[in-house]
């Protein structure tokens, strides 16, 4: 953007994401390790649930690591830079009772930072979800096919996932849906997984080992799930709102303190990121989920805002370098910010009414 001179484009800051489960798989495999359990002869893979700065806790199936607290086990982070395996150990006070998981203790790998962000919803994870693989076959990676929930979680924390053509090695690794990670794998068939749920695992970590697990909410929305439209278009246009405002009016004043020139300008460029970002993504899911008044409404509010924001792109890198420099808004940059004060108007106008149907749509 021509106005930003100062200032570097910044990414914007939502605490919500709206990736799909294939883009969020992708961000996830950095927390995903291939196991060898050399004395058993087992291999498998595993999710790193937390650590402190000298180790890692990570979370497999335990019948891939045996029983026993002596064996060999070996991993092999999946986004590592270096293929060399690292010596594993059982963490002997983690007791699963029944349950077929087991947590195992490595060192550190230098610069290493959990992926925190991991966890699926489990109000979400209901009959038919898509779920998604991170590994198997000893081959790290989403698996080219896809599978889904077929029954949610049991009394037994497990859930039973559709996976026509499920294959052996990978037990012990993460089944993502588009919320977030749903559970490890502990058992297969020709047409199904057995997952042994995150939420319980979580659950039973924190009991027995305070403040070792260091997973949260994924708190991603996919774009499939109409309700990506209603937030991302909601924070998107009030993120918009919020920058212009201040941008706008920074400009109709004679001085300008450079930190709020530089500030404003790159939360103005954020927002503008972001609705680029935002504009075209979500036309097919307005169309489908809500009513035919809907799509018109949300072409018109983008383009009376790129409208506005073509004011801002005229202003050329020179004013925005006297601007910077000199801490002043040159008189015919302010003029111009004065006669945009109505277009502004009547953008925030429409904005409200497009808000207001758009959190009308009625549950699927």
């Known amino acids: 953007m021509a106005l930003v001179v100062a200032a570097t484009a910044a990414t914007a800051a939502s605490d919500t994401t709206f990736l799909s489960a294939e883009e969020f798989g992708e961000q996830l495999l950095a927390n995903v390790v291939r196991i060898r359990a050399i004395d058993h002869q087992e291999h498998g893979f595993g999710l790193v649930v937390g650590g402190t700065q000298r180790h890692l806790l990570i979370a497999t199936a335990r019948h891939v690591v045996g029983g026993s607290q002596d064996g060999r086990i070996e991993v092999m982070f999946c986004k590592a830079a270096s293929e060399k395996p690292i010596a594993a150990e059982r963490v002997g006070e983690f007791n699963a009772d029944a349950a077929d998981v087991a947590l195992l203790r490595v060192a550190r790998p230098e610069g290493f930072s959990v992926r925190t962000r991991a966890l699926a919803d489990e109000a ?57 990670v749903v559970g490890l794998i502990t058992d297969a068939s020709d047409l199904s997984y057995i997952v042994y749920s995150a939420a319980a695992l979580a659950a ?102 790129w409208a506005v924001h073509e004011v801002f792109w005229k202003l050329n890198a020179g004013d925005a370098r006297t601007i910077f420099e000199t801490k002043s808004s040159p008189p015919e940059v302010q003029a111009r910010m004065r006669s945009l004060s109505s277009e502004l108007d009547t953008l925030q106008s429409g904005i409200t009414d497009f808000l207001q149907v758009l959190n009308r749509r009625s549950s699927p």
């Open 124 to 180: 979400l994870i209901v009959r038919g979800v898509g779920t998604w693989l991170l590994g198997e076959a000893q081959q790290c990676g989403l698996a080219p096919r896809n599978g889904a929930v077929a029954y949610p979680r049991d009394d037994r924390d497990n859930l039973r996932i559709e996976f026509p053509g499920a294959l052996g090695g990978a037990s012990g690794g993460p089944v993502l849906s588009g919320y977030g």
């Open 204 to 305: 039973r970590v924190a009991v027995q080992m305070p403040g070792a697990w260091q997973l949260e909410a994924a708190r991603n929305i996919p774009p499939t799930d109409p309700r990506a439209a209603q937030v991302d278009l909601s924070e998107t246009l009030n993120l918009y709102l919020f920058s212009v405002r201040n941008l706008h009016g920074l400009l109709q004043q004679p001085a300008v303190p450079q930190k709020l020139f530089f500030d404003f300008s790159r939360d103005y460029n954020t927002a503008i990121n972001r609705f680029r970002d935002a504009r075209d993504r979500y036309d097919g899911a307005l169309s489908r989920h809500w009513p035919s008044n809907v799509l018109p409404m949300w072409a018109a509010v983008r383009d009376r805002l």
